[in-house]
């Protein structure tokens, strides 16, 4: 199974959207760009809205009739470990393997030893044609390195090997994911991780690396455009090395966990795609539950009144449904609209709050970050949140499409 050049995540939290999703694909499509979707849910949000991993697949292939789409799909096990993969192995031919929480644990010394004394040989490859924030590489680098990833390239070893075994090494897409990790990871360390990833036998067709700056949900970059401009690009031409230099997959690209939405970094990220006539996958996710939101919003009545009744819920509830996102959001809590004054607004003013349309002076950014996490109260709503989905399918679908393919598709795939 052999992912494409180009892809993207697209997560749909209650599984409605798939459909309204392919629809923005198969625009790009006729504008000349192939990208084929993978609805991507993790074991997280599996949790919090109730959901099994087969759900996800119901939906992805129902969306996939209703549009007639014709080229490959994926249903992506996101951020798995060997605890919970085997959740996943009915549903899923993508699987991101997440080792975050692996790095920095120490592997054997003998391992060790092994590891360092095999990339003795790629030290000679440095300075690596084009990467410039690393010139050169010691023994003493090597080591480091190892003591930091080793361990975690191994058990994503331990995962890929469990997931072939029980469904053929063919018959699936390997990401593995270290973008979940307290530090970013350099060109250089990335070059080192993917050797250590071939000495496993990992097919990687995709890698996450954590990049600098804050990627926080469903707002745009924080950090410095520049340098993770230049990281990005180095992080390209590691990969063409890496490909060559440990015999990895052809097709092995970066995969941008976006926490959706990062526009400041579209236009540079398609300009250096472009430029190395590299693939890229994106995820987003949240992005499609906040549009949601928004199209219940614009469709008024009883959409509207729903969409208020979650943000009061949401803020009542602020801290136990912030806690599992404590990392990736930052909500300035003095900022938040008083839930009495939001039940007094109409569509466009609640539209206009949520919407991620910066150039808005009543866009906000709390608010948004406070629903993306409140995903748990629509899901606590059952039925009457799933009924709302049905009823004003229409305006959710137009907004869930039109996000996908001008804020997000056009910029990073189309350039204009
Ligand atoms: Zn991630």
């Known amino acids: 199974m052999i992912l494409e050049k180009y892809s993207i995540g697209v997560g749909d939290r209650f599984g409605h959207q798939g459909a309204a999703q392919l629809q923005a694909l198969q ?165 080192f991780i993917l050797a250590a990833l071939a000495q496993e036998g990992v097919k990687v067709q995709t890698i996450a690396p954590k990049f600098t700056g804050s990627f926080l949900k469903g707002i745009d970059y924080v950090g410095s455009v520049e340098k993770f401009s230049t990281e990005f690009e180095e992080d390209l031409l590691v990969i063409g090395h890496a490909i060559k230099a440990f015999n990895l997959p052809k097709n092995l690209k970066l995969s941008v966990h976006s926490g959706s939405d990062k526009f400041s970094l579209y236009p540079l990220i398609n300009r250096a795609v472009r430029k190395h006539d590299a693939g890229l996958h994106l995820k987003t996710a949240g992005t499609t539950w906040l549009e949601e939101l928004i199209g219940l919003a614009m469709a008024g009545g009883e959409g509207l009144g729903i969409a208020q009744e979650i943000y009061a819920a949401a803020f009542s509830r602020i801290d136990e449904l912030c806690k599992p996102y404590e990392t990736v959001i930052d909500i300035d809590r003095s900022k938040l609209p008083d839930p009495q004054k939001v039940r007094s607004w109409g569509s466009d003013d609640f539209a206009c709050a949520l919407r991620h349309n910066q150039a808005d002076r009543r866009y906000n950014l709390h608010f948004r970050q406070l629903l993306h996490v409140g995903y748990k109260i629509a899901a606590e709503m059952g039925d009457r949140y799933q009924h709302m989905l049905v009823k004003y399918r229409d305006t959710i679908g137009q907004n869930v499409s039109e996000n996908l393919y001008k804020r997000h598709i056009v910029p990073l795939f189309l350039g204009s």
Request: aromatic residues 10%; proline residues 4%.
């Open 27 to 191: 625009q790009a499509h006729q504008r000349g760009a192939k990208i084929v979707p993978v609805w991507n849910k993790s074991y997280r949000e599996h949790m919090i809205v109730g959901t099994k991993p087969g759900d996800t697949r119901i939906a992805a292939d129902a969306a996939v009739k209703e549009r007639g789409w014709r080229d490959s799909y994926y249903v992506d096990a996101d951020h798995i470990g060997l605890k919970n993969v085997d959740l996943f192995l009915e549903s899923s031919n993508f699987y991101t393997l997440d080792v975050a929480d692996f790095i920095g644990k120490p592997a054997e010394d003998k391992e060790m030893e092994i590891f360092v004394r095999s990339m003795m040989k790629f030290v000679g490859l440095f300075p690596l044609a084009g990467v410039q924030t690393t010139t050169k590489v010691t023994e003493d680098d090597l080591h480091a390195i190892g003591k930091k990833y080793l361990f975690a390239a191994k058990e994503a070893g331990r995962i890929y090997r469990h997931i072939a075994e029980k469904n053929g090494e063919e018959n699936f897409v390997a990401e593995v994911s270290t973008d979940e990790a307290n530090e970013p990871q350099t060109p250089a360390q990335l070059f």
